[in-house]
């Protein structure tokens, strides 16, 4: 072989070099391209875990001849509720079909959040597609004023979740993901200006206690894909306090009148357990309730009395709030946490929603729901129910249970009864016990109302997989 000459010598070099400063280049994109691509949010501390792969359903739609009728009927309902909301009120929470005006509450568009699972399920392709493309692309945190966390945690976290449990989609899980570490930064507020980085919360006096759980069940399922060190230390966190701790520097005399928890515990068990706040008219000196704001004592107590007077005040109210399956109090928080040790234990033999274990324990009025949804006259009395705003908790606890015919019939009528051409209302009571149209399309018709409807006609057997939140999410499927 001969030898080369300095030329020839210098031309080798010189390709040599332009190989290697072209392919090397290429080489770091492409390995850059891949972690990109894998990493679910923007820092290094987190590790992404038991992901499907991106654009694979993870669950397949299945809709069988004899579910096919009330199918149609709740993909039409679910396209005519979610076309009238997307032309009218797309970046608001809810719509009006009737004035076309829209309604801000909670802070976000949370309609289009909770549409996202009911239109996958309804396999309304067009208008999902409308959703996401809305979501993964316009929405930001940063865009919004003052938002209700707790609702934000619940309805728009648990639709992330929801859609992505049910597509596969890690772009809904990353998304989650950050909302949850923005969210985590404020610190415990009820509200968060994200625009402007304040908060704000309830006035003295007014505590939801729920809201001391907010979160929790998105996050630990957030956490269970996503491994990141803010997500779990918060978790253990929560685990440790002790909700009276976070209450009691709530609880304020009112110059005027005194509020007081729904949530009241009798013998050391927790008989009731709503989001809401009752008013006495009956001053109390709130140091009578320090007993049962004593994280030390082995169960809480408050005035003997009290109970009694509240039953004499508001008898139908008691006996409607009180009549409810008991949790002991210092279990709460396992039982928070118990749907998700998915290898050492399973859901309890009733089925019931984790939602219903710990926030929105039993109604004593599903059953008269159903009858004033059968029958063929709107509701009579202000004893079957108090208004009616598509809420699904107690639909999806008797799907769980078995009682599908029921239900479903149910939903149908409703949507019947509620229907206008520009969408559909809920009904509400007067003061002096009339019923009237409300003129509201709720974000409850979309998340969780005709969600249990799709749920039966396509994915039935999910109700005895999937963990829902307190809105009725799929926030994991075992």
């Known amino acids: 072989m001969r030898d080369l000459d300095s030329n020839e010598e210098k031309g080798l070099k010189m390709i040599t070099y ?12 492409i390995i850059s391209g891949v972690i990109f691509y894998l990493w679910p949010i923007e820092t290094s501390q987190a590790v992404l875990v038991s992901l499907p792969t991106t654009g694979k359903h993870k669950y397949n739609i299945s809709i069988s001849k004899e579910n096919l009728e009330f199918s149609e009927i709740f993909k039409n309902s679910a396209s005519l509720a979610f076309t009238q909301y997307y032309k009218y009120c797309l970046n608001y929470g809810e719509y009006r079909p009737q004035s076309k005006e829209c309604i801000s509450n909670p802070g976000f568009p949370v309609s289009i959040f909770e549409s996202l699972e009911t239109l996958f399920l309804l396999n309304d392709k067009e208008n999902y597609e409308k959703a996401k493309y809305q979501i993964l692309n316009n929405f930001s945190l940063f865009n919004l004023d003052y938002v209700d966390i707790h609702e934000f945690w619940g309805r728009g976290i648990g639709s992330l979740l929801g859609i992505f449990q049910l597509s596969g989609e890690m772009e809904f899980l990353k998304l989650a993901a950050k909302c949850a570490e923005e969210i985590l930064s404020f610190g415990k507020a009820d509200f968060i200006n994200f625009r402007s980085k304040q908060t704000k919360n309830y006035v003295d006096g007014k505590k939801i206690l729920s809201n001391w759980f907010m979160g929790i069940p998105e996050l630990i399922s957030i ?3 996503i491994k990141k060190p803010l997500f779990q230390k918060y978790i253990e966190s929560q685990k440790k306090l002790n909700p009276i701790d976070f209450l009691m520097p709530r609880i304020r005399e009112n110059r005027y009148r005194n509020y007081f928890l729904t949530s009241f515990v009798k013998n050391g068990y927790l008989t009731d357990f709503l989001p809401e706040i009752i008013e006495s008219d009956t001053a109390f000196d709130n140091s009578q309730f320090y007993p ?96 009616f705003t598509f809420k699904g908790d107690e639909i999806l606890d008797l799907a769980i249970r078995g009682e599908k015919e029921k239900v479903l019939n149910s939903i149908r009528n409703s949507i019947k009864k509620y229907y206008t051409p520009e969408g559909f209302h809920g009904m509400r009571i007067s003061s002096i016990g009339k019923f009237y149209d409300d003129d509201i399309q709720h974000t409850e018709f979309l998340g969780e109302w005709l969600k249990v409807g799709a749920l039966l006609t396509s994915a039935e057997e999910l109700l ?12 994991y499927i075992k």
């Not at 332009?18 to 994109?29: H, K, Q, S």
């Not at 005895?464 to 926030?475: D, M, Y």
């Open 223 to 225: 956490n269970h894909y």
């Open 18 to 29: 332009i190989i290697y400063l072209g392919v090397l280049p290429l080489i770091f994109a």
């Open 464 to 475: 005895k997989r999937a963990v829902f939140n307190e809105f009725g999410h799929i926030i």
């Open 292 to 387: 049962f704001f004593d994280s030390n004592s082995e169960k809480y107590q408050y005035p003997s009395d009290f109970l009694e007077r509240l039953e004499q005040r508001d008898p139908k109210y008691w006996s409607i709030r009180t009549n409810r399956k008991k949790i002991n109090y210092q279990n709460l928080m396992g039982m928070i946490f118990y749907g998700f040790e998915y290898n050492n234990t399973r859901m309890p033999k009733t089925k019931l929603t984790l939602a219903s274990q710990f926030l929105r324990l039993q109604k004593t009025f599903p059953k008269k729901l159903l009858n004033c949804l059968e029958s063929e006259t709107r509701f009579g009395s202000q004893e079957d129910i108090i208004g």
